[in-house]
């Protein structure tokens, strides 16, 4: 790993033990109680929190790209019972929609129907920048990757799929989902107006990814009801 990721907790720790030497010896020259001490506190949970994040996305990091949400919803599923398994992590611009099908399908099987199955859009950094996708067609070509998957799943037949980007003779996924139509489709998105109203064309779940506080949250998810409005669908949240 990082020799500095692995230093900054015990600097951390030094920090915060460095004091009580002090205050056990008495000094008088120790800063007194006050104020201070809040704007301290709150400057070190500040720091916590980004260092977890950090560490946090330096171990998803280790993971294959394009393939970590099904690995790691394949080590969750036999762990546990009941809970939803919820795949967040593979865009369907990148990976091919009919091999993305069949993985999904699979762990709905393997699951007993408890698949979330999460389409990102994808963020530049990785889908323009790492895998040299072309930012003007990348919405398309996500959508069209999201439909294939959705016909993959409901299709009783084998079928042709001719779109723009993606041109199969020969569609036959196996195996099918447990869920019928399909496991639920959750999109998440950062406020984007187009996918919020697409989401509700289509009868998915808008997940806001709500990282920067509850009053922008509210304003997007604001937005999200009024495009619901003007589509004209069921604003049942559930």
């Keep these: 790993g990082n020799p500095l990721g692995l230093l900054l907790p015990f600097v951390l720790g030094l920090g915060m033990a460095i004091p009580w030497p002090f205050a ?44 970590n949400g099904t690995i790691m919803a394949a080590a969750l599923i036999p762990q546990t019972k009941q809970a939803k398994i919820c795949t967040f992590g593979v865009p369907a611009n990148l990976e091919m ?32 920048f790492c895998y040299g996708e ?6 398309a070509k996500y959508r069209e990757g999201v439909e294939l998957v959705l016909r993959a799943w409901t299709s009783d037949e084998p079928f042709a799929f001719n779109g723009e980007f993606t041109q199969l003779r020969y569609v036959n996924p196996w195996p099918r989902p447990i869920q019928q139509p399909h496991p639920p489709v959750w999109i998440p998105g950062g406020g984007s107006v187009e996918t919020g ?20 949250a509210r304003k997007t998810m604001d937005n999200y009801w009024e495009a619901v409005e003007r589509v004209g669908v069921d604003a049942n949240p559930y």
């Design 24 to 67: 056990a010896a008495g000094l008088s020259f120790l800063p007194k109680p006050g104020g201070w001490m809040t704007r301290v506190k709150h400057g070190f949970g500040v720091l916590i929190f980004v260092f977890a994040a950090w560490y946090s996305w330096l171990g998803w990091g280790l993971l294959p790209s394009r393939a």
């Design 134 to 139: 072309n930012p003007a067609t990348l919405r």
């Design 197 to 216: 109203e697409w989401c509700a064309r289509n009868d998915f779940l808008y997940a806001y990814l709500s990282f920067f506080g509850y009053q922008l």
């Design 97 to 128: 929609p009919n091999r993305l099908a069949e993985a999904y399908a699979m762990l709905d099987v393997m699951s007993g129907g408890r698949l979330v199955s999460g389409f990102p859009v994808g963020t530049p950094m990785d889908t323009v």
